[in-house]
């Protein structure tokens, strides 16, 4: 069983070791999920400034005699057009192009938490381009928005559920780009059953740090927040990883296939007999 200071103490240890990459790769990733922690205010002019109650109500009368109702109703139809445009070159950019990058990043913490990572790391964000599997990062990642809004429509709850059962999905793939959509979905859920109400107090418990990014205008989000609470994220995806009979694991991140039919195991220190492969072998 995990606990909440145990997984912020290695996120400490993580943001520590490689400070100023995992600020930036952190910032990228708020910028592309709107995740940037923000403050200031909303800034709005009085209209009818030093104007008093009854020459508005007659220059809004006077207004209203006087409108091209033609041209108004062009000028609306023009900035519906317009809107529906932006939304879907939005949406567009974020399935093919922010999607991926998103992958990219939790890939990126991912090899944080196994070792300290450098700018030289900072190409592993676009990696979802280049390695063959760019198709199906595309493809789950649009399904697990899909899916995640579809609930959403039901009721508040439901799709606050399936956000915390789909949570895992980009470190799925961001560790195996080779899983399918299906087994994706089953591995995340498997590994925050028994998980969400945890998981859900754990983000609650950076409330207090989200007002402090506040109150700073974003700063200490940037700086200290974002790559906190990120690290923190890949913490708990690490400790439930090891605790489920998962079907994947990356070699290159330690990852090891053991005798107890756990192929997804990560340790500290591995054991000195494990399979791999299918043979035991030596470490």
Not at 125 to 154: C, E, H
């Amino acid at each position: 069983m995990w606990t909440r200071s145990e997984l912020k103490e290695k996120a400490k240890a993580y943001v520590k070791r490689s400070y100023w990459p995992l600020v930036l790769v952190s910032l990228i990733l708020a910028l592309i999920t709107g995740g940037l922690s923000r403050g200031g205010n909303n800034y709005s002019s009085d209209w009818n400034e030093g104007v008093n109650g009854s020459d508005a109500a007659s220059r809004i009368t006077g207004s209203i005699t006087g409108i091209d109702w033609a041209l108004v109703g062009g000028i609306m139809a023009i900035a519906a057009v317009f809107a529906v445009a932006v939304i879907a070159i939005a949406v567009i950019v974020s399935i093919f192009v922010l999607n991926p990058i998103e992958v990219g990043c939790r890939r990126y913490f991912i090899e944080a938490a196994y070792g300290e990572v450098t700018m030289k790391n900072i190409g592993v964000l676009v990696t979802a381009f280049k390695d063959g599997k760019y198709g199906n990062i595309v493809k789950t990642m649009f399904l697990k928005g899909l899916f995640q809004f579809l609930w959403s429509l039901l009721l508040v709850v439901p799709g606050i559920v399936k956000s915390y059962e789909y949570r895992m999905i980009p470190y799925i793939l961001a560790e195996n780009p080779d899983v399918t959509t299906e087994e994706a979905f089953r591995l995340s859920k498997e590994m925050m059953d028994g998980e969400k109400w945890e998981t859900f107090v754990l983000d609650l418990s950076f409330i207090g740090w989200a007002l402090v990014a506040g109150i700073t205008c974003g700063i200490a989000g940037i700086f200290w927040v974002n790559p906190y609470v990120n690290m923190t994220g890949t913490a708990l995806y690490e400790t439930l990883k090891r605790r489920a009979t998962v079907d994947y694991y990356d070699k290159t991140l330690g990852g090891y296939q053991n005798i107890y039919g756990n192929p997804g195991a990560y340790m500290d220190q591995a054991p000195q007999d494990c399979y791999e492969d299918g043979d035991i072998r030596d470490l």
